[in-house]
């Protein structure tokens, strides 16, 4: 495997020397930074700018048991049973534990969550969550309003300089695996050189033709990390969100109908105006979101369409129109009105439980490397995520990277005097390489798979790799594509390795398991 993507050697590139290095500026970037002491000089690189990550788009909100007749262990047991038995437990007791404590320090943060007229928080369901534990603010702006938040505190911090439109493209390391920096790619290549190097760059919606999330999220630092030798972890496990809006006007990524507006009475139905998942699940439409996404697949197929409906008409338009400003807005500038007609909806890639493996504090296998956010795989979600853990994941654990990195010891580093290798010109049709690699993994790395088409498509993506590694590579769509097709193969690897359906894992003609099966 290609080791760098940079062309050059280290010591010829221009270099700024850092503390700690955050690759990264959504939620799990922002929050870590902002934990960080006062005294380390942090660099924070954004792809694009710091508005442009899918933390603003999260709209449900943070789950946590905040309200008394919910705990930590009840908010375990959903999570357990939610990731199939497959999560790991130490970490989902960091998480749950941990949780309520992270959303006071939110609040001192100044983060605004929706309350009533007494000032108590506001809390809602969503699939699987056995209380309603889920917070919000601004009602279905939840992602927007903590952002905007954490990126103005960021902005005030003396010892913490943002670097936008700067593409993290390789993790630097020593012989001996530990990190000496990272070589990012702003209007050239340049070094920033740190012995704390925190990936968290979010997730991989960017490889797949339908996804709810930014395009821009081609899993880049799980990329680099791999090709820096990091251990990667779960990579088949895929989520796909049952509710994207249906628009095939747009080629944008799909607009998501928040599993909230399930949780406040949506109801799914077929082209027949059947009511399918009363009959599929215990929870109905609130059962996890694998199994949701698999049933409306399965009435797509069965019927021959594209799509199914969500029905909120049971709710007035004032109740819609300030529980869910932002949807309620989007589908009426789409012609949609909530509360008269049905909403089409279709499932789309929406997140990625997989990841660079790490532990308890984001620490991954290599010294001087951490990870977070939904980067990261610290295993809580398993094979399939408890909807609105991932905002919390992002907090709780980008704090203990912070904490972690707060009582390092830390040294002078050296650049490593190894030259990357120096690789041909060769030209690409970097567009048309990018789609296939999209359709390919939507096609056969998507919501049902087999072991022919995962072969199929991985064939397909060790090609588009293979010419990636020799070329020379000096855009971001070209970058782009060589770390879709690296990550795209992990995750089709992964998935042919594991031969049973489990959690949002499913192979066709294999029985379904869950390792924590009480429903
Ligand atoms: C539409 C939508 C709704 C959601 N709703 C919810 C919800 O209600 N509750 C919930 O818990 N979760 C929700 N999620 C999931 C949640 O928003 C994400 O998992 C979480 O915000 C991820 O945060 P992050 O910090 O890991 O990454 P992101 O917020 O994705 O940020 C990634 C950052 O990395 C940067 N980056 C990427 N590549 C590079 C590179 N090569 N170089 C430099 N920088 C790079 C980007 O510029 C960006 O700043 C939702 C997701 C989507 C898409």
Redo the contacts with the bound molecule.
Sequence with gaps: MRRYIVNSPFKKLPTQEFDVVI?????????TALNIRSSLRVAL??????A????????????AAVKDDDSPEIHYKDTLRASAGLANTDNVKVLVENGSAEIKHLALLGVKFDSDDQGNWLTTS?GAHKRAR?L?CGGDA??KLI?QQMISLVRTRSNIEVFEN????DIITHQDNTVAGVV?MGDHFKVLKAGQVVV????I?GIYQH????S??????IA?ALRAGARLNNMEFVQF?PTAFYNPGSNK?L??I???VRGEGGILKNHKGEAFMQFRHKFKDLAPRDVVSREIFREMTEAGTDHVFLDIRSKGQKYLQTRFPTIFDHLKENGISMHNHLIPVLPAQ???MGGIQTNAYGQTSLQGLYA?????CTGVHGAN?L????????VVF?SRVAESINNANLKQVDLPDENPAKYTKSRLDIKALTLSVRKMMQDYGGIARSPQGLVHALDHLTKVMAMCELSDLKS?DA??LL?MSLVGREILLAALARRESIGSHYMEEEPEIALYPVW
């Design positions: 690759a990264g500026g959504g939620l799990s970037g922002l929050y690189l954004v792809k694009a700018n710091l442009q990550a899918n933390s603003l788009l999260a709209q449900g909100g943070i789950a969503e889920i919000h939840t992602g952002m700067h593409f993290l493209t990012a968290a760059t979010g997730g919606g996804s709810t999330n930014y821009i999220t081609t899993g880049d630092g680099a969100h990524s607009f998501l928040s599993e909230a929406h997140y990625f977070c956010g939904e980067a990261a995520r909807a609105s853990n991932s905002l919390l994941e992002c980008g971001s970058f782009e770390n």
